[in-house]
């Protein structure tokens, strides 16, 4: 082909003269921010970036090139200017030597020693503080042991990585009862709150993993635990909430049928997932689809008013009647909506958006639920987005469930989830629950709980040696 019939590149990227249409989604309005320093700007800082009573400071002394050459009696330090840098050190781990000396008495002639020091686990070389970082970074930091054993290594520490998941295994044996304790709190919770998460635990076939599920279950407490089961039948929920869930109990879901059926207690379902509906359903129809996202929009901004009201300390007795009094309009305006677009869109093919509207439609009374009910939450956001833990660590567990099974994973992931919720440091919580569990009393191991933990031994915890 001749080149100059050819359309130059310009030619090619540029602009249409055809409009296309565009559809536009309501984006919230964002207040700009005056930009904050990152604390390593200026000449002297008078707040640290730090806690200066858990973090190791090096200091250095700069020289001074105003004084060189000069005698100590020859200038005057009037004051100090301090800057800090945050540095990386190779090395993050520390090897303990006890010197234990051995002592006869020069009168008995008895020879006497110290004992060993204790450990967590008997018989191992591993010290408590170990045990509880091995913990953190797999599955606060998503470390895999591998890599942990990699680290090591690195680091000049001989140890194999069967040890790293035999102290994995132990350690989290070691606080079953804990998680167990922690579940019987949630229960007793009279609204809760249940969802799953997909996993893939245990092998199908030769290069297949087994689909299995976490069904996280967050009490009226802030406590959270991911019992595991290989299904998504009905009857987990009974074995997450147990035969007899108590009078008055309710239960709030994303709507899946299994959650609801024949349970006993009383469904309420989430709006966060209802208003997901339409967000899906904006490209086929968007117009109708934005009128429910604004209607939506407005009930939750009734239910950020009344959230400031509960936080005042208002009575019940006050919160209900806000609720009744502003919430139920935007929830009977909506739904009589709801019920005009299904009569006009009734002889017309199924679209995403009818799809959408008989979606709430048939869930109506498990929406309308918390109009009534005042411990009631508007939707699930507190349980679905809150404990990221197991969705964001989900990739590193895939084809390693031969070194910690499933239950083992939700038992350690569910303290450490309760402990982000309660503003534990989860290092500090299991250093010192670990040194307790083994003498702890059995009948007081709910103390043990973070919930618990925080208002009974967060303020003097266990250390481990060499920690203050």
């Keep these: 082909m ?66 060189a050459g000069l005698a100590p009696h020859e200038y005057e330090v009037i004051s100090q200017k301090v800057t800090y840098r945050l540095a990386q050190r190779p090395g993050s781990y520390a090897v303990l030597k006890y010197l234990r000396s051995v002592v006869k008495r020069r009168d008995t002639q008895a020879i006497s020693c110290a004992p060993a020091p204790a450990s967590v686990i008997e018989g191992s070389r591993a010290d408590v503080s170990f045990v509880a970082g091995l913990l953190v970074d797999k599955f606060l930091y998503h470390l895999p042991l591998y890599r942990q054993h990699q680290r090591l290594q690195d680091m000049g520490f001989q140890v194999s990585r069967p040890w790293l998941t035999q102290l994995s295994q132990q350690s ?80 709030l879901t994303d709507g899946y049928a299994s959650h609801a059926k024949k349970v006993g207690i009383a469904h309420a379902l989430c709006w966060s997932h209802s208003r997901r509906e339409f967000v899906e359903a904006q490209m086929s129809e968007p117009d109708g689809s934005l009128k429910a996202l604004r ?57 995403p958006f009818t799809q959408a509207l008989n979606y709430v439609c048939e869930r109506r009374l498990g929406l309308e639920l918390f109009l009534t009910d005042l411990d009631v939450p ?33 038992i350690v992931q569910s303290l450490i989830v309760t402990c982000r919720l309660h503003g534990i440091d989860v290092y500090t919580y299991l250093v010192d629950v670990l040194q307790r569990v083994t003498h702890h009393p059995a009948a007081k191991v709910a103390d043990l709980t973070p919930r618990m933990w925080k208002s009974i031994f967060a303020s003097r915890p266990l250390r481990a040696s060499g920690q203050q």
């Design 378 to 410: 508007l939707d699930t956001n507190h349980l679905t987005h809150g404990p990221r833990s197991v969705p964001m660590g989900r990739k590193n567990w895939n084809f390693c469930w031969t070194e910690l099974g499933a239950e083992q994973v939700g």
């Design 295 to 351: 209607r939506i929009s407005a009930l939750y901004a009734i239910y950020a008013i009344e959230e400031d009201i509960r936080n005042r300390g208002l009575t019940r007795e006050a919160k209900q009647l806000h609720r009744l009094a502003h919430s139920r309009r935007h929830v009977e305006d909506f739904f009589a909506w709801v019920d005009r677009c299904r009569e006009a869109h009734g002889l017309r093919p199924t679209t």
């Design 172 to 251: 989290i044996r070691l606080l079953k009862p804990v998680y167990e304790a922690q579940f019987d709190s949630i229960r007793a919770s009279r609204v809760k709150a249940m969802d799953e998460t997909l996993i893939k635990a245990g092998r199908k076939e030769r290069g297949k993993m087994k689909l299995a599920y976490f069904w996280p279950v967050y009490g009226e407490h802030n406590e959270v635990c991911f019992p595991y089961y290989p299904s998504r039948e009905a009857q987990r929920v009974y074995q997450s909430l147990g035969a007899d869930p108590g009078p008055g109990s309710v239960i």
């Design 2 to 67: 001749d080149s100059t019939q050819q359309l130059a590149l310009g030619d090619v990227l540029a602009p249409s003269s055809q409009t296309v249409p565009t559809l536009e989604r309501p984006l919230a309005a964002r207040i700009r921010r005056d930009p904050r320093k990152d604390g390593a700007v200026g000449e002297a800082e008078s707040v640290p970036f730090f806690d200066e009573a858990r973090v190791p400071v090096e200091t250095i002394e700069l020289p001074n090139p105003g004084i």
